[in-house]
């Protein structure tokens, strides 16, 4: 038998390790972890490659759940929607909607925790100077703040931030990354003479900073806690019927302003 392994190395993991009849996934056997894990415990688990647990996996789980849906008028649900009525099957419907999450729609959470990183690295004095150099190079929008639609709170921050008070208080997280939000929270209130709450994107940022997640991964969790909607309105849309329904009512027409 020859010892090559160039065609087993082209593909290498430390994910999972199978064989008939046998499934490890990241070291442990799969029939041990069915019914011991919860599924936010077995997302951490898979992508990172450690365990979480206690009021760390709770923070994780409530991070989750938060983002799952904004209704039919987020991008990502209504393109999934209207995939559906043109009769394509639910998976198809929900790449079309996770596949609208990009740097507008979907991005804040990973830029929010670039940003409070910036700003934990130069220190909480600095915070108008680290503003002010984040706006230079990426324009005026703070992201995780603000909210076209809630005003003046989002409903699911205060609950989220007072999770990570929970959890600092008990030492499980440091407790750093939610007074750097809530001071740019309080600074941009000031500058701009009115509240500028935090939203989902600020408040789950804050989380994944908390627990210590490379920023990339807040965008990459944030699709994936936003799929758990994209499938639950594509689902509901079949189940509703309709056929290639557009983003307004066939009554309504749009403006033409060539020549």
Avoid at 86 to 91: D, K, T
Avoid at 108 to 118: I, K, N, S, T
Wanted: hydrophobic share 40%; glycine share 12%; net charge neutral.
């Amino acid at each position: 038998m020859s010892d090559n392994t160039d065609v087993a190395d082209w593909w290498r993991t430390s994910i999972i390790d199978m064989e008939p009849g046998r499934i490890a996934l990241r070291g442990h056997p799969v029939e041990d972890l069915i019914g011991n894990r919860g599924f936010a415990q077995m997302i951490w688990l898979m992508v990172t490659g450690k365990e979480i647990s206690g009021q760390r996996a709770r923070l994780f789980e409530a991070a989750l759940v938060a983002a799952v849906d904004h209704g039919p008028q987020a991008p990502s649900i209504a393109a999934a929607r209207m995939a559906t009525t043109c009769g394509i099957g639910l998976q198809s419907a929900m790449a079309t909607g996770l596949n609208m999450l990009g740097d507008v729609h979907g991005g804040a959470g990973e830029q929010a925790v670039d940003l409070f990183r910036a700003i934990e690295a130069a220190g909480l004095e600095e915070l108008k100077a680290t503003l002010d150099r984040w706006r230079t190079q990426n324009g005026r929008f703070i992201p995780g703040f603000g909210h076209r639609f809630h005003k003046p709170v989002d409903p699911r921050a205060p609950r989220l931030l007072g999770l990570v008070d929970e959890a600092a208080a008990s030492g499980e997280v440091i407790g750093s990354f939610a007074k750097i939000g809530r001071a740019i929270e309080a600074h941009l209130a000031d500058e701009r003479g009115k509240p500028v709450p935090m939203n989902i994107d600020g408040a789950t940022a804050v989380i994944y900073a908390e627990l210590g997640c490379p920023a990339p991964l807040a965008r990459g969790f944030f699709g994936l806690s936003r799929s758990v909607g994209i499938l639950a309105h594509a689902w509901e849309q079949r189940e509703q019927g309709g056929r290639n329904k557009g983003p307004t009512p066939p009554q309504y027409r749009w403006t033409f302003d060539g020549a």
